[in-house]
């Protein structure tokens, strides 16, 4: 049973980890396209201030936000996976 939870769990990790790098990547290119240069650099430093820009700025960064947004859920499914089977 608990291998079952490890390969559900690497899946969706691994998914959500791949958005949300992504969307990260897309979100400072985004950024530093319009001149923001403080989030743009700072977003390739620590990828989850990308969700604060998102958020603040739906209008220019919807795309690259759905995958951002979409990444930190399942990555929170996967935490929720792992701790209710007992793993971590």
């Known amino acids: 049973m608990v291998q079952n939870i490890i390969v559900v769990a690497l ?3 691994s998914i959500g980890l791949m958005l949300l790098v992504i969307g990260s990547i897309f979100t400072a290119v985004v950024a530093l396209g ?6 743009g650099w700072s977003v390739f430093l620590f ?10 700025n739906w209008d220019k960064a ?3 936000g759905k995958m951002v ?3 930190a859920f399942l990555l929170t499914v996967t935490a929720i996976i ?7």
């Open 82 to 88: 792992l701790k209710a089977g007992g793993v971590i």
């Open 62 to 64: 919807s795309y690259s």
């Open 69 to 71: 947004y979409s990444g």
């Open 34 to 39: 319009n001149k923001q240069h403080l989030f």
């Open 11 to 13: 899946l969706t990790g």
């Open 47 to 56: 990828f989850p201030i990308s969700l604060i820009y998102c958020a603040m």
